[in-house]
C-alpha cells in the first residue's frame, strides 16, 4: 500500500522515466504478451473524495471493489488511469 501526497504526484512518478516504475511496468507487460494469462493484476487506486477511485483487472477474476461493484470495459478515456479516476462512467457493461 501506497500514500501520496496527490493523484498529479502518483501519475507523475509512474509516466517518469528517470524513476523504477515505468521501466518495470513496460517489461513486465512485455513478458505477460509472451505468457498471457500467466500473472493476473489487480490495482485499486482511491482519490479522498466520494466515487473517486479505480480498480483495473487484468488477466483475473474481479476481486475487492470489482465484486461488490458494477464493472466497465477501459475503453475510451478508461484507458488511463487519469482518465478512470475523471468523473463517473459513461456507459454499462462488463469487462475484465
Keep these: 500500500m501506497q500514500y501520496w501526497r496527490s493523484a498529479e504526484h502518483l501519475h ?4 517518469a ?4 516504475h515505468l ?4 517489461a513486465f507487460n512485455q513478458a505477460a504478451r509472451r505468457h498471457p494469462g500467466a500473472v493476473g493484476i489487480w490495482h485499486e487506486t482511491y482519490l479522498i473524495q466520494p466515487g473517486a477511485y479505480e480498480t483495473l483487472y487484468v488477466d483475473m477474476p474481479p476481486f475487492g471493489l470489482g465484486r461488490a461493484g458494477r464493472l466497465h470495459p477501459a ?3 478508461r484507458q488511463s488511469a487519469q482518465g478512470r479516476l ?3 462512467p ?3 457493461g462488463a469487462g475484465t
Design 12 to 15: 507523475a512518478y509512474a509516466h
Design 90 to 92: 459513461t456507459d454499462v
Design 86 to 88: 475523471t468523473g463517473p
Design 23 to 26: 521501466p518495470a511496468w513496460r
Design 17 to 20: 522515466r528517470d524513476h523504477a
Design 75 to 77: 475503453t475510451g478515456r
